[in-house]
T-cell receptor, first 113, second 112 residues
Framework: DTGVSQDPRHKITKRGQNVTFRCDPI?????LYWYRQTLGQGPEFLTY????????KSRLLSDRFSAERPKGSFSTLEIQRTEQGDSAMYLC???????????FGPGTRLTVT | RKEVEQDPGPFNVPEGATVAFNCTYS??????FFWYRQDCRKEPKLLMS???SGNEDGRFTAQLNRASQYISLLIRDSKLSDSATYLCVVNGRGTSYGKLTFGQGTILTVHP
């Protein structure tokens, strides 16, 4: 059973550097979501895709953030010019169209020093 | 007012106890609701969807009160392995369908 996978699991970077994370959804799930979670809080929605189309973006997603899903399969989330406030767990989830349930990957923990 | 509010706890209960968590949501048009469980430093895992008629899965019972915009989760006969953070989750509507809004989470510790 292949669940949602994310890579890398941990990333430490210096302020000002760019980072890119990858998410592979469950096969045949055509919806893919990105969330961010900081300590002591629930996850916050960032953006989501149906196939390759990006359908909604949160106001949390500043212009330093960009997400892509070029072939409707895996997705990447890039953060440019990282700031200490970007330190968080970045979670990816997927679901099938027509179903509500989203399944989460293990997350990428980003630390900006 | 937060879109989804939960009592953060922590709840500390002995094994075998019954414990209930509550959650309120602000958007009366919301249609679908969930409880997720999250272990320390792990991803959230879907525990159960919440239906209008209420639903039960083993020791877990979820209830929805649309009039009061209130969701609950009851855990009976608590096990040590139930120790986790329980997240109340509301799905968006219309163009925001799929955008999950999470509560802060309620921490549960079950002790021997």
């Amino acid at each position: 059973d292949t669940g949602v996978s994310q890579d890398p699991r941990h990333k430490i970077t210096k302020r000002g550097q760019n980072v890119t994370f990858r998410c592979d959804p469950i096969s045949e799930h055509n919806r893919l979501y990105w969330y961010r979670q900081t300590l002591g809080q629930g996850p916050e929605f960032l953006t989501y895709f149906q196939n390759e189309a990006q359908l909604e973006k949160s106001r949390l997603l500043s212009d330093r953030f960009s997400a892509e899903r070029p072939k409707g399969s895996f997705s990447t989330l890039e953060i440019q010019r990282t700031e200490q406030g970007d330190s968080a767990m970045y979670l990816c989830a997927s679901s099938k169209t027509g179903t509500d349930e989203q399944y989460f990957g293990p997350g990428t923990r980003l630390t900006v020093t | 007012r937060k879109e989804v509010e939960q009592d953060p706890g922590p709840f500390n209960v002995p094994e075998g106890a019954t414990v209930a968590f509550n959650c309120t949501y602000s958007n009366s048009a919301s249609q679908s609701f969930f409880w997720y469980r999250q272990d320390c430093r792990k991803e959230p895992k879907l525990l159960m969807s919440v239906y209008s008629s209420g639903n039960e899965d083993g020791r877990f019972t979820a209830q929805l009160n649309r009039a009061s915009q209130y969701i609950s989760l009851l855990i009976r006969d608590s096990k040590l392995s139930d120790s986790a953070t329980y997240l109340c989750v509301v799905n968006g509507r219309g163009t925001s369908y799929g955008k999950l809004t999470f509560g802060q989470g309620t921490i549960l510790t079950v002790h021997p």
